[in-house]
């Protein structure tokens, strides 16, 4: 654990003071209208300028490009001018704390209510474990998969980056959006809409989006919080409550066969799942597709560890969505062919290819996921596999497994019992 730094001292130049504006729309307490009334030099947004008292005269500086504004404060700082940055909801939440301070800024935050605890009041909701993630100057990809791996998610937006665009992403799974715009403000609307609604609309910035699982036809009821009951016509669904999948998942993984509903040769034995699992570097963030799923078993593995997972099974009686109930984690199955059915799919970050040809391995290092890893029982299809994967870009390692489980003799002794032996493959890109 790294040492604290010590908190500002009485003396030296005042901390620049960072202001939160409240999401909930309360009026700025008075700690903050004496901060205002005494600064020397004021910066913010337009919007957030144009909301507070600014005192007649005082140098104010309208964000735009954060830089310039940091010099700024950096200069009236070293200068003993007192100093105040208006920022949205609690400033150390994906806020500007963390660009001051890493400007070796001194600040005192007089934090409000967050876009996000006030998008959770708004829809009636506790959000216990809900996961805050943000979209804001990132890619999009991982705030999506987070949306499409667990139950309640709250997403900080960017314009191009919001509700239309996730709304677009969550096609497939089953989730209902409230949307907040221009929280505690007049401007303020909040609605409940389909992903699919959401992808058809325009939104204000800014909002922030609440995801939540559940059926689309409840996005007008009362939905479940996260850990908590369900309100009228809503509950989240057979996943995961605890949300929390940056943690390892309580039960562990690599589970034994008898923890799936499965016909016996439909699964991935427990010590080739071990590994198949870890290759796929499954966390929160990432897509991983299981093709050729049987019992869903990698698949839903890889999901407690927290990713998005799309389930590709040509069997519709195949246990996958009943087995991922079982586990509490939410899985979408796609009943069909691959590789065709592969083409309707968002790109993933990392496939396990358990079924399925060498059409299959094609289509899907066609799509450039980071990571395939493959499990083959037919010794005449490794060769073709390794090239395939190599001349598509990827370093391929692999090796063959064969266990060998305990079993029990009569009189007490044990013997060995061996498992059918498996090639594990993995491409992986630089
Ligand atoms: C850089 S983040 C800052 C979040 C902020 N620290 C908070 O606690 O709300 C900016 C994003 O917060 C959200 N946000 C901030 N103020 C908001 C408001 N009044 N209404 C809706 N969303 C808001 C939007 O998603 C916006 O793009």
């Not at 729309?25 to 901060?35: N, S």
């Not at 966390?283 to 998005?308: K, M, P």
Request: charged residues 15%.
């Amino acid at each position: 654990m790294t040492r604290p730094e010590p908190l500002p001292g009485p003396t030296g130049p005042p901390p620049v003071v960072v202001l939160g504006m409240d999401a909930a729309g309360r009026p700025l307490p008075p700690p903050a209208l004496a901060a205002l009334a005494g600064a020397g030099l004021i910066v913010g947004a337009a919007r957030h300028l144009a909301a507070v008292p600014v005192p007649a005269g005082v140098d104010t500086v309208t964000l735009g490009a954060l830089a310039p504004a940091v010099a700024r404060l950096a200069a009236a700082h070293a200068a003993g001018v007192p100093a105040v940055v208006l920022a949205s909801g609690d400033p150390g939440l994906f806020g500007v704390v963390r660009r001051l301070r890493a400007a070796a800024l001194p600040v005192r935050v007089l934090p409000a209510v967050s876009s996000v605890a006030a998008a959770f009041a708004r829809a009636g909701l506790d959000w216990d474990g809900a996961v805050v993630v943000t979209a804001h100057g990132r890619e999009l990809g991982p705030a999506l998969n987070a949306c499409r791996a667990l139950p309640a998610v709250a997403v900080l937006t960017a314009p191009d980056a919001g509700a239309a665009e996730i709304g677009a992403g969550l096609a497939g799974w089953s989730r209902r959006l409230l949307v907040a715009e221009h929280l505690g403000t007049p401007a303020e609307r909040v609605t409940r809409v389909t992903p699919e609604q959401a992808a058809g609309r325009r939104w204000a910035d800014p909002h922030v989006l609440l995801s939540l699982a559940g059926a689309a036809d409840d996005a007008g009821a009362t939905p479940a919080g996260p850990g908590g009951a369900a309100g009228s016509g809503g509950g989240v669904g057979p996943v995961r409550r605890d949300n929390q999948p940056a943690a390892a998942p309580a039960a562990g993984w690599a589970l034994p066969e008898s923890a799936y509903r499965h016909r016996d040769s439909m699964i991935t034995k427990a010590e080739v799942r071990a590994l198949a699992v870890a290759r796929l570097r499954p966390r929160l963030g990432r897509l991983v597709w299981d093709v050729g799923a049987g019992s869903g078993s990698v698949g839903i593995e890889c999901a407690l560890l927290g990713a998005a997972v799309i389930a590709v099974e040509k069997d519709p009686a195949a246990p996958v969505a009943d087995n991922a109930a079982r586990h509490g984690v939410d899985v979408r199955v796609v009943t069909g062919d691959a590789p065709a059915v592969l083409a309707g799919l968002p790109d993933p970050d990392a496939v396990f290819v358990g079924g399925g040809g060498t059409d299959v391995l094609t289509a899907v290092a066609d799509r450039s996921p980071d990571r395939v890893v493959v499990t083959l029982a037919a010794l005449d299809r490794v060769a073709p596999a390794v090239h395939l994967l190599r001349a598509a870009g990827y370093t391929v390692t692999g090796s063959q497994l064969a266990a060998a489980r305990l079993a029990d003799l009569p009189g007490g002794s044990v013997r060995l019992a061996a498992t059918n032996p498996v090639v594990v493959l993995t491409g992986e890109r630089p």
